[in-house]
């Protein structure tokens, strides 16, 4: 398993980034992955994921601190999950993790730096 993250980047306040996750080595289109971020002296946490569902269905979950502003996405045919960042504030400075949970272990992209300035 590989996971590749790029778009990562400086922007200023209000401005957008999209990140993407570059995947191989397992069945992309039927396993539950996410972005993480980090911040300097701060847990990992969850920013966006999404599952699988029965019937074909995809189930995304949101941070409350991005809903609304940040949207997930993924392209089953390229095998690469997406993060499109809007209206980005300084508190959303952190290095973003790319998330796929394979046959129920984790596996983690290196890390992508998203720095936005005030």
């Known amino acids: 398993v590989q996971l590749v993250e790029s778009g990562g980047g400086w922007v200023q306040a209000g401005g957008s980034l999209r990140l993407s996750c570059a995947a191989s080595g397992f069945t992309f289109s039927i396993n539950p992955m996410g972005w993480y971020r980090q911040a300097p002296g701060k847990q990992r946490e969850l920013v966006a994921g999404f599952a699988p569902v029965t019937a074909g269905g995809v189930y995304t979950n949101y941070a409350d601190s991005v809903k609304g502003r940040f949207t997930i996405s993924r392209d089953n045919a390229k095998n690469t999950m997406y993060l499109q960042m809007n209206s980005l504030k300084p508190e959303d400075t952190a290095v973003y993790y790319c998330?796929?949970?394979?046959w129920g272990l984790g596996y983690w992209g290196q890390g992508t730096q998203v720095t936005v300035s005030s």
């Open positions: 998330n796929a949970d394979v």
